[in-house]
């Protein structure tokens, strides 16, 4: 496994492989890796001949007073941990050499981005599409991997693909769960031994939305009161959404006779954690 820190180098490596005929896999994260992010190496490894792992934590999409400068970061052990799958090339650049000073543009995904956490954190979602071109750019992949987890950013990133022809196919992966059904996360290490606790209602709450939608589907609105009514009796969990929305376009009101997207967004203690379920009619 090597390891590359600047782009230029990056690229030259991705375009001799490019030559010689091989696949090129990119798993995009921002390290602290779990057991979440390797079951996105092993689908790349699958499908790829050569995979990238990139670690950046990305400064563009975190806004003011978000988790930026104490996001948590291992780079010695996520190598181990990606040598092990293993993984071919680490990229991990620093932030000066991923955006010049003068750097002013900008790739937005537009409405896709506007509701759900796009609502609550204005920017991100630019900073992401943003930061997943670059690196598209950079590392030449054939195809790229992302989580499920962050749903939101998959269809932002599938619509930019579409939207701007990037010859990327995306590759999404269904959430991991810990054995109690806590989705895994980089942020779940914030999380104090209660906390960890509280953040249980997060999984719950959507296990008693699909209850509702299997039983007795007769809205999303009541599918919604369900996963609610879950977090609300938790004291320790500050629900900043749930919503159900067209798990396809995102877009509010969804019809039944389509999958829906049941998501999250909760703050357990000062963390941030997101979750969601699709439904199929
Ligand atoms: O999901 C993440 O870890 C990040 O948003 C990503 C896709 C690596 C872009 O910085």
Known sequence: MIVITSPD????????ARQSGE????????????????????????????LVASIFVN????????????YPRNFERDCAML?????????APEPA??????????????????????????GHFRGVTTVVAKLFNIVKPHLAVFGEKDFQQLRAIQKMVRDL???????????????????MSSRNAYLSSTEREDALALSLALRAARE???????????????????LKRMKGVEIEYVEGVDAETLSRHPSLDRPILIAIAARVGKTRLIDNVVLNP
């Open 9 to 16: 180098e990056m690229t030259r490596y991705a375009e001799s």
């Open 23 to 50: 696949r090129i896999g990119l798993v995009p994260t921002m390290g602290f890796l779990h057991d979440g992010h390797l079951t996105l190496m092993r689908e790349g490894r699958r499908q790829s001949s050569v």
């Open 59 to 70: 400064p563009m999409q975190f806004g003011p007073g978000e988790d930026f400068a104490r």
């Open 83 to 91: 040598e092990r799958v293993p993984v071919d090339v680490v990229f």
């Open 97 to 122: 050499a991923m955006y010049s000073t003068d750097a002013q543009s900008w790739v937005d995904a537009g409405d896709i981005t506007s509701g759900l956490c796009g609502a609550h954190r204005p």
């Open 165 to 183: 022809n990037f010859d990327v196919e995306i590759l999404p992966v269904p959430i991991v769960r810990e054995k109690d059904g806590l989705a």
């Open 212 to 230: 509702k939608h299997r039983t007795d589907p007769c809205c999303a609105e009541e599918v919604v009161f369900a996963a609610t009514r879950v």
